[in-house]
C-alpha cells in the first residue's frame, strides 16, 4: 500500500474534517481533495440499528489492496478509506473515502472506484435491526451495486 494512504477500520466515530485536515495539512502540492461519506438510513423509520461485521486484519488488508490499486490507476497524491464497524445507528457516518491528487479527474474517479469497491467486495456484513422487536435480516447484495462495480473491471 502506497505510504501516503490511511486505512482504518474502527467501531469509534470519526470527524470527515480532521481525516481532510490531516492529508492536507502542509500540502500545496494538491489541486483536488474529493470526499465522500455514506449514511446509516432509517430506511423510512424501519430502522432502529445496522450492525456491521468484519474479519479483523482480513478487511483492512483487502482494503489496503484496493488503495493500492487505485494508486496504480490514478496519480494520487493521498488516500484515507476509514469504514466503522460494531452499531450504528441512523444518522450516523458509516464509511469514509478521501482522495486527493493535483487534478479533480484522478480524484474523483478514484473516490468512485473505492466505493464501488467498498459496496461489493470489502468483507463487511451488514444486519438490520427492525423498530418494534422484528427480527433482523443480514443485507444482501444488490443488483445495482454489482453494475456499478462492473465498470472499472478490464
Not at 43 to 57: S, V
Not at 138 to 150: F, G, I, L, Q
Request: proline share 5%; with cysteine.
Amino acid at each position: 500500500m502506497d505510504p501516503a494512504a490511511i486505512v482504518r477500520v474502527q467501531a469509534e466515530p470519526f470527524s470527515i474534517e480532521a481525516e481532510i485536515a490531516r492529508l492536507t495539512r502542509g500540502r500545496t502540492d494538491l489541486g483536488a481533495v474529493v470526499t465522500f461519506t455514506g449514511l446509516c438510513r432509517d430506511e423510512g423509520g424501519a430502522l432502529a440499528a445496522l450492525e456491521i461485521e468484519h474479519y479483523p486484519g482480513m478487511a483492512e488488508e483487502e482494503i489496503g489492496r484496493v488503495v493500492a490499486e487505485a494508486s496504480a490507476r490514478w496519480p494520487l497524491e493521498g488516500v484515507v478509506v476509514v469504514h466503522r464497524y460494531g452499531e450504528i445507528l441512523p444518522g450516523d457516518p458509516i464509511v469514509l473515502v478521501v482522495t486527493a491528487g493535483r487534478h479533480r479527474g484522478e480524484a474523483f474517479a478514484a473516490a468512485s472506484f473505492l466505493m464501488d469497491y467498498l459496496k461489493t467486495k470489502a468483507p463487511f456484513w451488514k444486519k438490520e435491526h427492525r423498530r418494534g422487536a422484528v427480527p433482523g435480516d443480514w443485507v444482501a447484495a444488490k443488483a445495482e451495486d454489482d453494475a456499478a462495480a462492473e465498470k472499472w473491471r478490464g
